[in-house]
């Protein structure tokens, strides 16, 4: 369900049924720019002066925390008619045709009071009445996608995008080693085979690893911000701990959520109940999925317990350990908890990353 309208049923709502594009010999809305990477789109048209709050919250999109339990609704900007690629990010309103003058108070322009919740020693306590404005709308490509209130969607599948930073780690252990595998053959009087010798290494093991930055847009304060708080709670909460579940696509346990930035805009056009200012999250995250060992007999792959929590095996035990030789194990990963029980605790803590956008599927 979309965002409730806090002017509908009023003079002051706006429905795309008020929309009408202006028309001339030549289009009156400028010229649409685009390029490999952008592009911009304007649209010109005329709406009723009194609809002017309500068809700049039209264009623009607006969002709200609503319902029991509360859920974050939000109703999305218009998309270009003509480019459907485009959303509106911007609006501008420029009023005309004023009401005819009046002889009441020695010939003035009617003039209309001032809108409610404003400060009445601050106010200018009324402005002119103009009938109409031309309304001029721009359209850009996002970054991200636009979608409508529907039970399936997460809020992390809409207003969100990733930027992503692989990177290579170096895993050095001091007093490691590595094993030569070439060179085995008949040995010349010049020469031995290194073939299957130990060599000391303290560089033992190649890591592959991301960076992760989740940005997420246009955020109610009231849905950053725990109830009666100035506290991001439900983001705290997860900070320093791994996914419990695949999250986009990510096995549980390979994201870490290591920061969160918050950037407060205000909301111009809050209205009802809406939060007079809203939040640009940036989530930052890290991803490493380093290669499981196996077990049992005979031994097989461990396909689950991914990610963060585990620690390479070294091979043997006690001073001086060192693979052995064919050890299938050599290198690779395994889980790691305090006191050696699969179920016990681990170094990271685990959370459902749904819960950090406050998906209604996982409050």
């Not at 459907?84 to 420029?94: D, K, L, N």
């Not at 955020?219 to 911000?225: A, D, G, L, T």
């Not at 909301?267 to 991803?287: F, I, K, N």
């Not at 396909?303 to 690779?332: E, M, Q, V």
Request: proline share 8%; glycine share 10%.
């Amino acid at each position: 369900m979309a965002a409730p309208d806090p002017y509908a049923g009023t003079v002051e709502e706006f429905k795309v049924l008020h929309w009408q594009e202006t028309v001339a010999s030549r289009s009156p809305n400028g010229a649409a720019m685009f390029s490999r990477g952008t592009g911009e789109a304007p649209l010109a048209g005329i709406i009723d002066s009194i609809k002017t709050r309500g068809a700049l919250r039209f264009a623009l999109g607006y969002a709200t925390v609503a319902g029991s339990p509360q859920v974050l609704r939000r109703t999305p900007p218009v998309f270009h008619p003509k480019f459907p690629g485009m959303i509106c990010t911007s609006a501008a309103v420029e009023d005309f045709k004023p009401l005819p003058m009046s002889n009441v108070g020695g010939g003035v322009t009617l003039k209309r009071a001032a809108r409610a919740a404003v400060n009445a020693a601050t106010s200018l306590q009324n402005y002119a009445n103009y009938q109409k404005a031309k309304f001029t709308l721009r359209f850009e490509p996002l970054a991200f996608d636009i979608l409508s209130d529907v039970a399936t969607i997460f809020e992390w599948e809409r207003w969100c995008w990733i930027d992503e930073e692989p990177k290579v780690e170096a895993l050095s252990v001091t007093g490691d080693q590595l094993t030569f595998a070439e060179g085995a053959g008949t040995p010349l009087l010049t020469y031995s085979s290194p073939f299957g010798k130990p060599y000391p290494a303290e560089l033992s093991q190649i890591l592959i690893q991301s960076n992760l930055v989740v940005y997420w847009q246009d955020v109610p304060e009231n849905w950053i911000m725990t109830i009666g708080t100035t506290s991001p709670g439900r983001l705290i909460a997860g900070m320093g701990r791994v996914n419990s579940l695949t999250w986009r696509g990510r096995p549980a346990g390979t994201l870490r959520l290591d920061g969160v930035k918050l950037q407060r805009k205000p909301w111009a056009l809050a209205a009802g109940t809406e939060a007079r200012w809203s939040y640009d999250v940036q989530l930052l995250m890290s991803w490493f999925d380093p290669p499981k060992g196996r077990t049992g007999t005979p031994a097989m792959p461990i396909t689950d317990n991914k990610g963060w929590n585990n620690g390479p095996w070294r091979g043997r035990t006690g001073p001086g350990a060192i693979f052995t030789i064919g050890d299938l194990n050599a290198g690779k990963w395994f889980l790691m908890t305090y006191d050696g029980s699969p179920t016990g605790q681990r170094l990271y803590g685990e959370t459902n990353f749904d819960r950090l956008f406050g998906c209604p599927q996982n409050p």
